[in-house]
């Protein structure tokens, strides 16, 4: 497969407030956010032309920015308009949106509060990350762990929080499996490299308790999906000897959607009842207009 490189692709990216050509979204090789990781993202899909869950993303975004210490130099509304130009300048339907602010390049030090914050919104088409996604995928077990939250901003989408999934991630393909599951610091099951993890116990729903991870929009939605289809939704902590007694396993999240998981390090599970009733459901609410999201799961 040919990898287009990000920084030679046609297109429009929304960068300090105005919409440049893709390849003169730059920023300098001294910058704050590329040495000392204070850079926070989002990561959005559009469908059929509008970004799910717009809303609550940007919200996030804001909120991850204030857990790094900084403030965004735009409203809540000027970014969700922003989202929507790109989406439009670039004429997606359906895409991947990816914001992303970050501490300039004033101050090369720990310390750099002068600097200016800058922020970007690009987008690009990105398919189902896996083809067939009902015959599941391959989990190996990670060796790096999430941190405990007194040690870093666990509850934000800052970018350095992402390193050692990149390295758990890495290590994983290279033994054959499409990713990992994550430990805490407790030895408690996590998470995925990017992705939350659900499991079906007895019929009903667990999931680890978001207490030193990030909370997924994506993640938050199943729950809510699954309520409606009367399944039980538990938040608990989930050791890894349980997960030998698990029927169904799946990832969620923007990027994973709803991936229904085949093995774990040599656990097998059948993508069954439960994952398929998510996932249809889950295909079919990103494909509503916001408003029809809204009253979908007001009822």
Known sequence: MTLIPFDDRDGQIWYDGALRPWRDAKLHVLSHG???????????????????????????????????????????????????????????????VRPVAWRGSEMMAVAAQPSKIHVAIATWAWPAMFADRMAGIRLDMAEWKRPHPETAPTASKAAGLYMIGTLSKHAAEAK???????????????????????????GELHTPVPDCFL???????????????????????????????????????????????????????????????????????????????ERHFAV
């Not at 929507?84 to 997606?92: T, Y």
């Not at 994506?218 to 409606?228: E, H, S, W």
């Not at 390090?265 to 079919?284: F, K, M, N």
Request: net charge negative.
């Open 215 to 293: 909370d997924g929009i994506t993640r938050r939605t199943v729950m809510d999906i699954a309520r409606r289809q009367q399944i039980k939704v538990v938040e608990r902590a989930i050791m890894p000897e349980e997960l030998p007694r698990a029927s169904e396993v799946m990832l969620v999240g923007t990027g994973a959607e709803v991936t229904p998981v085949r093995e774990i390090a040599g656990l097998h599970y059948t993508p069954a009842r439960i994952t398929a009733a998510l996932l249809t459901e889950y295909e079919q609410v990103v494909r509503m207009e916001p408003a029809a999201v």
């Open 176 to 202: 054959g499996f499409q990713d990992a599951l994550m430990l805490d610091w407790r030895g408690r099951v996590a998470e995925a490299t990017g992705a939350n993890v659900f499991f079906v116990f007895d």
């Open 34 to 96: 590329l040495h000392y990781a204070s850079a926070i993202f989002e990561g959005e899909r559009a469908y059929a032309g509008h970004i799910f869950k717009l809303r609550a993303h940007t919200e996030r975004l804001f909120r991850s920015a204030r857990l790094l210490g900084f403030e965004i130099p735009y409203t809540v509304e000027e970014i969700d308009d922003a989202c929507r130009q790109v989406i439009a300048a670039n004429g997606m339907v359906d895409a991947y």
